[in-house]
């Protein structure tokens, strides 16, 4: 699967959020209503602009901008509620119809009609393309979309998921003009036609230009007059100079500690604010469950009790992130602390050692820790390193780290050569469902051969068709201990999301909560 979840976290300076969270961050920014044109930096790629094909953050980020989907995530929120749509609804008990009726009046950027042959049409072009870096791998529950007239859409299921409308509120729910769009390819011109709050006017290699789309019908109201994005294309220090020197108005993501540590030292003359806020990013150790060595529960046990999160925290990440205790992540409903019940945050020589002799492990285990160098942020090496270097501490253990390009670590994790590695996931939507599904289900994403029946036969189909979210919890609870009782993987830490910002820039604080969706429209410049 070409997951969602390969977008770095960038670490910065801890401390800095309190002493430069000034002046941005939770001011409404009144000023920003004369519609001025923001320009945004920006160190990742937008990897695609037709929604059948994007499955990256970056491109998510124009979808959410560009096109409309039946349902959007509100601001702070994680329930979804009707966007394109006037009302969605399960029609049967057993969350397998769902049935959506559209607004009046929609109509794409161009001047098209929206109506639900487009709906129709979109979900059935996403899922015949079936592109390999594209979301249809979200949708296999989806059997048929029907239209019985122009303002009814209605999904019919073949297994019960409560999570259904999550996923089309995600960017994978992108509406587009089935008359501008093949059914059987993709467009590879670069352009996008959607109804969203903002048409694509150009997008190239360095920038992709948007400005206000006067067609939109919808929720979002526009704070700002258009958004140049830049491509910084991973050059940090490029994008560092560029906010300092007055010629972007945001950098999202992108800056290293030391970057934001020489912004801090450029006092007032940077006039500059950071704002950071939520984030369900998670990053997770991964054992190869068939793996001679990892696949030694008192390896893993062991491991376990020696890690030290706080310390990865404080001298690889600076504060940028969070020591995570649990698959599911704080924030999301459902979480527990089920790794810090079990093995606590302290590290314990003396457990770490009993758990390798009940297993009848003697001597030192020699282990590699499997890690790439850029992928999931700079300090990924780093980290692996600090965490071999806290194994080796204990004497248990003789870890060393190997680093290789995203290509090979992929190939080498797919054909079962690394015993232990690392991954990270940015979510699909803000639900339990997207933390636990793709890693502990059938087919799991993480192709580290672990498989629980219980998981797999009870938990997830369960959960997937419960429609009282809040009704999971128990389930999830137990899904959460199993995982930290046999040990596939060890979640590390969360990650905050930030933004640097010039001084006169606005409503940051509405495009960094845990649903990922970064809102242009909350914008204002003044």
Not at 43 to 63: E, H, I, K
Not at 233 to 245: A, T
Not at 316 to 340: D, E, K, R
Request: aromatic share 10%; with cysteine.
């Amino acid at each position: 699967m070409n997951m969602r979840n390969q977008w770095p976290v960038l670490p910065m300076m801890a401390g800095l959020a309190s002493g430069l969270l000034t002046g941005c961050g939770t001011e409404s920014g009144g000023s920003g209503s004369d519609g001025s044109n923001v320009v945004m930096g920006m160190s990742d790629d937008v990897l695609a602009t037709d929604p059948a094909s994007g499955y990256d953050p970056g491109s998510w980020l124009l979808f959410n901008n560009v096109f409309q989907s039946l349902l959007s995530f509100p601001k702070g929120g994680t329930e979804p509620e009707p966007e394109a749509a006037e009302s969605c609804e399960f029609s049967d008990t057993a969350t397998r119809v769902y049935t959506c009726t559209l607004k009046d009046g929609l109509q794409f950027s161009n001047g098209d009609s929206l109506t639900s042959e487009d709906v129709k049409f979109s979900f059935d072009r996403m899922l015949k393309i079936n592109d390999d870096a594209g979301p249809a791998i979200m949708f296999p529950m989806l059997e048929k979309v029907e239209t019985p007239n122009e303002k009814t859409v209605v999904f019919k299921l073949n297994t019960p998921d409560a999570t259904f409308p999550s996923k089309i509120a995600s960017g994978a729910g992108s509406i587009v003009d089935h008359r501008q769009y093949d059914a059987d390819g993709l467009r590879k011109d670069g352009e996008a036609v959607g109804s969203g709050p903002y048409k694509l006017d150009s997008f190239g290699d360095d920038e992709a230009v948007f400005s206000v789309n006067e067609n939109y019908k919808g929720t979002a109201e526009v704070q700002n007059s258009g958004v140049t994005l830049k491509f910084f294309h991973g050059k940090q220090d490029e994008l560092k100079q560029s906010l300092i020197d007055n010629k972007i108005d945001i950098a999202y993501r992108g800056l290293s500690a030391g970057d934001i540590a020489d912004i801090e030292a450029a006092g007032t003359d940077a006039g500059v604010d950071l704002v950071d806020g939520t984030s369900a990013e998670v990053q997770h150790l991964v054992f190869n469950m068939d793996d001679p060595v990892a696949g030694q529960l008192g390896v893993r046990k062991a491991i376990a009790y020696l890690l030290d999160r706080d310390a990865l925290m404080t001298e690889v990440y600076q504060g940028t992130a969070t020591s995570l205790y649990s698959i599911i992540p704080a924030g999301i409903a459902g979480h527990n602390t089920a790794f810090f019940d079990t093995y606590g945050a302290n590290p314990s020589k003396t457990k770490a050692a009993a758990a390798l002799n009940a297993d009848g492990i003697t001597g030192k285990v020699k282990l590699t820790l499997w890690s790439t160098p850029t992928r999931y942020g700079p300090a990924t090496d780093q980290e692996l390193k600090a965490i071999a270097g806290q194994l080796n501490k204990s004497g248990l253990f003789d870890a060393d780290v190997k680093s290789v390009d995203f290509e090979q670590y992929e190939k080498g994790i797919a054909d079962g050569k690394y015993g232990v590695y690392v991954k990270g996931w940015v979510p699909d939507y803000p639900d339990p469902d997207n933390f636990t599904a793709p890693f502990f289900g059938k087919g799991n994403v993480l192709a580290n051969n672990y498989d629980n029946n219980t998981i797999t036969g009870t938990l997830i189909p369960r959960t997937a068709a419960q429609s009282d979210r809040a009704a999971t919890d128990n389930d999830y609870g137990r899904l959460q201990d199993l995982v930290a009782e046999e040990l596939p993987v060890i979640p590390l830490w969360q990650a905050k999301q930030y933004a640097v910002v010039r001084e006169d820039v606005y409503g940051l604080e509405y495009c960094l909560d845990a649903s990922t969706v970064f809102r242009f429209w909350e914008i204002s410049k003044g």
